[in-house]
Structure formats: C-alpha cells, structure tokens
C-alpha cells in the first residue's frame, strides 16, 4: 500500500482555498494517479500537474466533513491502465471560479520509494482501490465535485445505500400496516353508525305512534260501531242486550 508523506496544498490551490473561504465555489474535478518523483527541491506546492499521470479516477464522493476539511473518493481499478505502474503520485484537481483560469491542480502527494506496485490490466492479479483524499476546505461552505453520471459506488457505498433503502422500506411497511389498520377501524366505525341510525329510525317511529296515541286529539273510537237494533245483522257469536243496547261477549 502506498503511503503518502509528502502532501500539500498547490500554490493555485491555496488561491482557489481562498476565493472558497471567501463565498465562491469549490468544484473538485477529477483524481488523477502517477508514478512521477519530485526533483531535489520540489515540492507539492509548486506543482501544477502531476508529474507523471496514469490514470484518471472519476470522483464518486465529496463529502464536507464539518472541521474545515473535505473527503473526496473515487474508485481505481486495473482495467483503467494498459501498462503497469508504481503508485507513487495521487492529485486532486479543481476549477478555479475565474473561468480564464480554468481547472488547477489543488492538492498533491507522493509517497517516494514507498509505491505500491498496479500491474497492468490482463493479468491474473485484479486491482480496485477506494482512494479517499482529505483535504482542508477552511471556512468554505460552498464545496461540490464533478460526480459523472456514470461514476459507480464502492462496496461501502453500497452497503450504507443498501441499508437507508432497507430502513425506508421497513418505514413504509409499518405505515401500510398503520394504514391498513386504520382502514378497518373506519369501516367498523362506518358500519356501527349505520347500525346505530337504524335503531334511532325505529325508535323515532315507535315513539311518534306512542305520542300520538297518548296525546293526540282523540275525540271518537274509530273501532266503535253503534246501533239500536239487530235488524240487518246477524249474530254468529255474543248475546245482544236490548235494553242496553249493546253486544255482550
């Protein structure tokens, strides 16, 4: 594994660190991997490119880490390089916000005699490094990169991914139920009052006969029939009192 000592922010990237802290974009662009050395007395922050390029990652994350720094990733494999080469140089570039500058080299490392050994593409060993690199941001709030449409996540990406979609569907499913249980206790409810308006019809209407059959104006039996004599009927059943005129059972 390649260990980078020797790390700096460029001269152009203190510039673009400073238009940042002072309200305008930071937009990472791209990591770019080598297998350049440094000259006796250069340093990484005179650099303005990396030294000698062999693969360009696209950036897949740019995450503001909240103590004046920033994380930016991306993913290395093998099949990017024809050619085997020591991983010596790793560098992160940005745009600066003047459009007449254009994109710059805004922070390097090199990791000297330490390089990790990339076979090229082909062969039996299959290289895929997440390359995670820290650098200082200051006050800058205003902190993008450019993330291709097509940039794939790493194995962890996918995890923690995987996980919020589990969670998210777990809290949907719990919702459902919520839901579906809410829907039965309002048909239960819907039907109770259906029940219930019934009764009170009935008992309306009971109550209404009851009224009337207590209060109302009630001056005649209309199952009383009278008469002074049988003449015309006959009787099938009772004894008729003629003096009283009436039928007695």
Do not use: H
Not at 215 to 238: E, K, M, R, W, Y
């Amino acid at each position: 594994m390649a260990a980078f000592i020797n790390n700096d922010i460029t001269a152009a990237g203190l510039i673009v660190l400073a238009k940042g802290v002072a309200g305008e974009k930071i937009n990472y662009t791209k990591i770019v991997l080598g297998d350049g050395s440094l000259e006796e007395g250069q340093t990484p922050r005179s650099l303005t490119d990396v030294v000698s390029p062999k693969a360009v990652i696209d950036i897949t994350k740019c995450t503001v880490n909240g103590d004046g720094t920033v994380s930016v990733g991306g993913i290395f494999t093998n099949d990017m390089t024809a050619e085997g080469f020591y991983y010596r140089e790793l560098g992160l570039y940005a745009e600066d916000p003047d459009p007449d500058v254009g994109e710059v080299l805004y922070c390097y490392g090199n990791c000297g005699d330490l390089a990790e050994w990339i076979p090229p593409t082909g062969g039996a060993t299959i290289v895929e490094k997440t390359i995670d690199i820290v650098t200082a941001i200051g006050s800058a709030t205003n902190v993008t990169a450019y993330i291709p449409a097509d940039a794939y996540a790493t194995k962890e990406d996918y995890e923690n991914y995987k996980a919020i979609a589990l969670a998210a569907q777990a809290t949907a499913n719990s919702a459902l139920a919520y839901a579906q249980q809410a829907v039965t206790i309002a048909q239960q409810a819907a039907a109770a009052v259906v029940d219930l308006s019934n009764t009170v019809a009935q008992n309306t209407s009971k109550i209404t006969t009851l009224w009337d059959a207590v209060f109302g104006d009630i001056t005649t039996n209309p199952f009383q029939i009278t008469f002074a004599d049988l003449s015309g009927i006959t009787l099938v059943s009772g004894v008729w009192n003629a003096t009283l005129q009436r039928l007695e059972c």
